[in-house]
Antibody
Framework: QLQLQESGPGLVKPSETLSLTCTVSGGSISSSGFYWGWIRQPPGKGLEWIGSIYYSGNTYYNSSLKSRVTISVDTSKNHFSLRLTSVTAADTAVYYC???????????????WGQGTLVTVSS | DIQMTQSPSSLSASVGDRVTITCRAS??????LHWYQQKPREAPKLLIYAASSLQSGVPSRFSGSGSGTDFTLTISSLQPEDFATYYCQQNFNTPPTFGQGTKVEIK
C-alpha cells in the first residue's frame, strides 16, 4: 500500500526558507504516469495546490507562489522536496504531499495523501 | 484560475438522511471534477473521481453526478462516520483548484 510521509521543521522564522520532504513507501516514485504534489491548508481554511513534479524532474507550480517555490525529486531516496523562500505568517499551514494521477501538465487528481505537517511561521 | 463554489458551506443532518452537496465551476470543466472527504486532523481522502466514478474502497452510499459546470455529491443514507468536510476539485486547467468546502455536522 502506497504511503507518503512529510517531514521537516514545524517552525520557520519570517523571511527564511521553509523546507519539507515527502518520503514515499510501498511504491516507486519513478512509476510512470504519476506526478507528486504539494498542497497546503491554512488553519481553518481550504486547500491550495502549490505544485507538482514528475520523476524526470518536470515541474509545475502555482503562479501565485511560483517566484518562491522549488520542488525537487530524488529518485534514489524515493522522496521529493519542497522549498518555499521568504516566508511570512500567511504561509502558516498544514502542508500535504500527495500522489497525482491522470494529470495534464502537473494538474492532477490526488490520492493518496500524506498525513500532513503543520508549519508555523513565527519569530 | 477556475473558481469552484460549493453550496452550502455547512449543513446539519441526521443519521440516515440523504445529503446533497453542489459544486459549480466558473467555466466548463467537462468531467474533470473530484470529491474529497476530510475529517478533523486528517488528510483529505479521494471519494469520487471524474465526476461520478467511485474510488476503490469507498462505500456505495456515496455518488457523484454532473458535467460541464454543475456537479453534485450525494450521500444516500448518512452514517456517523460521514460527518466531515467535503471538497470538490477540478483538474481541467492548471492550477488545480478546490472548492471552499462543505462541513456536514450532526443535527
Amino acid at each position: 500500500q502506497l504511503q507518503l510521509q512529510e517531514s521537516g521543521p514545524g517552525l520557520v522564522k519570517p523571511s527564511e526558507t521553509l523546507s519539507l520532504t515527502c518520503t514515499v513507501s510501498g511504491g516507486s516514485i519513478s512509476s510512470s504516469g504519476f506526478y507528486w504534489g504539494w498542497i497546503r491548508q491554512p488553519p481553518g481554511k481550504g486547500l491550495e495546490w502549490i505544485g507538482s513534479i514528475y520523476y524526470s524532474g518536470n515541474t509545475y507550480y502555482n503562479s501565485s507562489l511560483k517566484s518562491r517555490v522549488t520542488i525537487s525529486v530524488d529518485t534514489s531516496k524515493n522522496h521529493f522536496s519542497l522549498r518555499l523562500t521568504s516566508v511570512t505568517a500567511a504561509d502558516t499551514a498544514v502542508y500535504y504531499c500527495a500522489r497525482g494521477s491522470f494529470c495534464s501538465g502537473g494538474n492532477c487528481r490526488f490520492d493518496p495523501w500524506g498525513q500532513g505537517t503543520l508549519v508555523t511561521v513565527s519569530s | 484560475d477556475i473558481q469552484m463554489t460549493q453550496s452550502p458551506s455547512s449543513l446539519s443532518a441526521s443519521v440516515g438522511d440523504r445529503v446533497t452537496i453542489t459544486c459549480r465551476a466558473s467555466q466548463s470543466i467537462a468531467s474533470y471534477l473530484h470529491w474529497y472527504q476530510q475529517k478533523p486532523r486528517e488528510a483529505p481522502k479521494l471519494l469520487i473521481y471524474a465526476a461520478s466514478s467511485l474510488q476503490s474502497g469507498v462505500p456505495s452510499r456515496f455518488s457523484g453526478s454532473g458535467s460541464g459546470t454543475d456537479f453534485t455529491l450525494t450521500i444516500s443514507s448518512l452514517q456517523p462516520e460521514d460527518f466531515a468536510t467535503y471538497y470538490c476539485q477540478q483538474n481541467f486547467n492548471t492550477p488545480p483548484t478546490f472548492g471552499q468546502g462543505t462541513k456536514v455536522e450532526i443535527k
